[in-house]
């Protein structure tokens, strides 16, 4: 019954009113691979799809694998994945069962910082942490007080 909701909606534009304007730009008069290249989303349960955890920050297998250590130790998460002997290789269950709630989401922050995303959606339960951006560009994720620590 969503689907049919969903769609309807969809297909009688006459309803909507108002738009989303990004960065001087009506979204509606883009496409949606344009979107969701400059947007992301954290929620507060992420979850994983089963395959390698490779993908999961880099999905179109864009990035190097120095660029995805790099930001794995950016957001702390590093030391678990070179615990396994696949590496970035290693297993994701279903839904990221093997991993916890947090280790999810920072996976999530990890493909954050490594697409370099101008629009970030979080929850509530990302607050304990700051996004440090530099050129309107994500270039941190951690604890306020490990941040400033950095910066001094």
């Not at 992301?40 to 999905?59: K, N």
């Not at 070179?82 to 280790?103: E, P, T």
């Not at 942490?129 to 270039?139: G, I, R, S, W, Y």
Request: proline share 3%; aromatic share 6%.
């Amino acid at each position: 019954m969503n689907t049919n909701i969903t769609t309807s909606v969809a297909l009688d534009r006459s309803s909507i009113k108002g738009k989303i304007v990004l960065d001087n730009i009506d979204i509606s008069r883009i496409t949606v691979r344009q979107l969701r290249s400059n947007l992301d989303v954290i929620p507060q349960q992420p979850v994983l799809f089963s395959g390698a955890l490779r993908y999961h920050p880099d999905s179109f297998n864009y990035y190097s694998d120095e660029q995805l250590w790099t930001v794995l130790e950016a957001v702390q998460i590093k030391p678990i994945i070179a615990k396994s002997s696949n590496n970035l290789l290693s297993s994701v269950f279903q839904w990221g069962a093997n991993f916890s709630s947090g280790q999810r989401q920072l996976t999530c922050v990890a493909r954050v910082i490594l697409t370099e995303c101008r629009i970030l959606l979080t929850d509530v339960a990302t607050n304990d942490h700051l996004l440090l951006l530099n050129d309107e560009l994500v270039v941190d994720y951690d604890s306020s007080s490990k941040i400033r620590s950095r910066l001094q």
